[in-house]
């Protein structure tokens, strides 16, 4: 059974933080060197109070307003974010509510960052193909500057916040694209390399203000160590898009665009040459957008839709990976024709 992808569209919030504005608070930093590495200069960040959540929510109602879809036919939403408002309850179930969704939807979020688009594409088929659902609106919304000391070059040069909206349907009326076979990875090995240590079950803040011994200030913030984060892109992105290339019968030439996750400028060339994927296959989309951790694929794709890049019949591979370590690739064709035998 085939699945489909009826319409997308994003939300970036109003306010920017600029590599000068990082500069001023940051003497030794310089601006053009901050562009040169990372190929952003300014990032959208959310107004303090502002959530993922919140992003989310402005974005599905767009969605519904330039498509007339009627809610009450979702029958599943997932929200895919690590910037949840509570630990409990989830985000999605309060989504549910704000949207005005029926009370016979399911609500869940999947925690996963820079994968979980594709993490939740698959999931979202899972439900579709399996019977369990028709429309199911994938969601996918990161504040991760919130996370980001503000001196730490490593961090508050990249991450930036923002949300997609993404419906899917068993019907291909109306669709804009055939979703395929998803493949996915894991190497737990490497969740010590990109993490927020502090407010979990395992170092609670408020055990920690209580208790004789304090974690250290950083650790409320995000850490990433990048060297490791470089070098799991390089050994475990490739061989993923390798094996749907497999499962889906194509050689690297005949796909017409290789779709990223949106790191940062100098990674994703990196990985463009060890993949030797032509630079015209290869959009980066980062200068005003910066890394929106699991929304950054979805907006990436709006985009492109919105620069007339695709075509009837184009292949598309779209590639999330990040924290966990964790990665999910997946197949995309262009225009409405049968789904790729699984």
Same mark, same amino acid.
């Given at each position: 059974?085939?699945?489909y992808?009826?319409?997308i569209?994003?939300?970036l ?9 990082l500069v ?5 930093w310089n ?15 959310t107004a303090?109070g502002?959530t993922?959540?919140?992003?989310g929510c ?7 307003q330039?498509?007339g879809f009627?809610r009450s036919?979702?029958?599943?939403i997932l ?5 949840a408002?509570?630990?409990?309850? @989830?985000s999605?179930c309060?989504?549910?509510s704000? +949207?005005?969704? &029926?009370? *016979?939807?399911?609500a869940f979020? /999947?925690n996963?960052g820079?994968?979980?688009f @594709?993490?939740?594409?698959?999931i979202a088929?899972? +439900?579709?193909e &399996?019977? *369990?659902?028709?429309n199911?609106? /994938?969601?996918a919304?990161?504040t ?7 001196h730490d070059?490593?961090t508050a040069t990249?991450f930036?916040?923002g949300a997609?909206? /993404?419906?899917l349907t ?5 669709a804009?694209?055939?979703i ?5 990875g894991t190497d737990?090995?490497?969740?010590e390399?990109?993490i ?15 208790s004789a011994?304090?974690s250290?200030?950083?650790d409320?913030y995000?850490?990433m ?6 070098s ?6 490739p061989g ?7 499962r889906?019968n194509?050689l690297p ?6 779709l990223?996750h949106q ?5 994703l060339?990196q990985?463009?040459?060890k993949v030797a994927?032509?630079p015209?296959k ?6 005003d957008?910066?890394?929106?951790a699991g929304a950054?694929l979805?907006i990436l ?5 919105d620069?007339?890049?695709?075509k009837a ?9 990040g924290?966990g370590?964790?990665?999910a690739?997946t197949?995309?064709e262009w ?5 790729v035998?699984?």
């Amino acid at each position: 059974m085939s699945f489909y992808l009826r319409a997308i569209d994003y939300i970036l919030p109003p306010d920017r933080l600029t590599n000068d504005d990082l500069v001023k608070m940051n003497p030794s930093w310089n601006a053009a060197s901050i562009f040169a590495k990372t190929g952003i200069r300014s990032r959208p960040v959310t107004a303090p109070g502002e959530t993922a959540a919140d992003l989310g929510c402005q974005a599905v109602e767009k969605l519904f307003q330039q498509t007339g879809f009627d809610r009450s036919k979702i029958d599943a939403i997932l929200f895919c974010t690590q910037s949840a408002d509570y630990y409990l309850p @989830t985000s999605a179930c309060l989504m549910q509510s704000r +949207l005005k969704l &029926s009370t *016979s939807c399911a609500a869940f979020d /999947v925690n996963l960052g820079c994968s979980g688009f @594709t993490y939740s594409l698959w999931i979202a088929g899972a +439900l579709i193909e &399996s019977g *369990s659902a028709s429309n199911v609106l /994938v969601i996918a919304g990161d504040t991760f500057a919130k996370y980001c000391n503000p001196h730490d070059i490593v961090t508050a040069t990249i991450f930036a916040d923002g949300a997609a909206a /993404v419906l899917l349907t068993r019907d291909s009326k109306d669709a804009m694209a055939t979703i395929g076979p998803t493949v996915l990875g894991t190497d737990g090995r490497g969740g010590e390399y990109l993490i927020v240590r502090d407010g979990g079950a395992r170092r609670r803040q408020c055990d920690n203000m209580h208790s004789a011994q304090h974690s250290r200030p950083e650790d409320a913030y995000l850490f990433m160590n990048g060297p490791e984060v470089f070098s799991f892109t390089l050994n475990c992105v490739p061989g993923g898009i390798q094996r749907l290339l497999e499962r889906v019968n194509l050689l690297p030439a005949e796909v017409d665009h290789y779709l990223f996750h949106q790191a940062n400028c100098f990674m994703l060339n990196q990985l463009r040459m060890k993949v030797a994927i032509p630079p015209e296959k290869f959009p980066i989309d980062l200068e005003d957008i910066g890394n929106t951790a699991g929304a950054s694929l979805p907006i990436l794709i709006k985009r492109c839709i919105d620069k007339n890049l695709f075509k009837a019949g184009e292949k598309c591979i779209l590639v999330g990976f990040g924290v966990g370590f964790s990665w999910a690739v997946t197949y995309m064709e262009w225009g409405v024709r049968p789904a790729v035998a699984k």
